[in-house]
């Protein structure tokens, strides 16, 4: 029967598999975000359910880059009641492209999605039009589960068969991870966890790399440290042209 041991040695497991499988795909992540930034284009990032907490973690964040914009989907966003609403959602043939075409996106953005299983219409018809707007797609997903499901969009296509780059986050198919001989359903996903730890990696990279080419990179501080509001402030104002989220 597993233990709390058990998990957190998985996770351990997964996150070096990412540092052996994923490092290439990380970096060229990186690279697009580098790009972006010296290009003075714009970042966004988008996930629908539970995967809309990579979202959360990479926007207005003590760390994180400041330029980093959430795609707004009240109906998608974990708030909305009653819960099962969002699973309809997704699944709505033509809301992904108005979310898209509501996003303030320009050819040589790029759009950071998450998505674990990769085949709900949302996220399809979202990426879709945004390719179609000449922006770059950074996917994080996971491509075993992906391809043990089908499509639910009209294309047929997966997430991981469309983005410019994909990160495959290596979990279970259908997400929970520890088996419990009592239950048919396993138990505690790892999609968050490794997610979390995959855009970080990514943020750093795109640090390292920005400060490399002698870039300025809007960082910012948590609101919680006393300069902290005075010098998130500052940010906003100097990067105002790529910030929407104010």
């Not at 010296?38 to 330029?67: M, P």
């Not at 999609?191 to 730890?197: K, P, Q, R």
């Amino acid at each position: 029967m597993p233990s709390l041991k058990d998990y957190l040695n998985h996770l351990t497991s997964l996150l070096e598999m990412i540092e052996r499988e994923e490092a290439s795909a990380i970096e060229k992540a990186a690279s697009l975000w580098v790009q972006a930034t010296k290009d003075k284009q714009n970042i966004f990032a988008f996930g629908a359910s539970h995967a809309g907490i990579l979202t959360q973690e990479l926007f207005y964040r003590a760390g994180g880059l400041a330029t980093i914009n959430p795609v707004e989907a009240p109906s998608l966003n974990l708030a909305v009641r009653p819960i099962t609403h969002t699973s309809m959602m997704e699944r709505l043939l033509g809301y992904g492209t108005l979310l898209a075409q509501k996003t303030p996106l320009k050819p040589g953005d790029v759009v950071l999605v998450h998505s674990v299983s990769g085949r709900n219409t949302v996220m399809i018809d979202f990426v879709l039009e945004a390719q179609k707007q000449d922006v770059q797609v950074i996917a994080i997903t996971n491509v075993t589960y992906s391809k043990s499901v089908t499509s639910r969009h009209p294309s047929g296509k997966r997430l991981f068969e469309l983005a410019d780059v994909v990160i495959d986050n290596h979990g279970d198919i259908g997400d929970a991870s520890m088996p419990f001989p009592e239950l048919s359903q396993k138990v505690a996903p790892t999609s968050t966890v490794i997610g979390s730890a995959i855009v970080n990696a990514i943020l750093v990279e795109t640090v390292r790399q920005a400060l490399a080419l002698g870039l300025k990179v809007p960082i910012l501080h948590s609101a919680n440290l006393d300069d902290g509001d005075d010098y998130n402030q500052a940010l906003f104002k100097a990067f105002k042209d790529h910030i929407f989220y104010l």
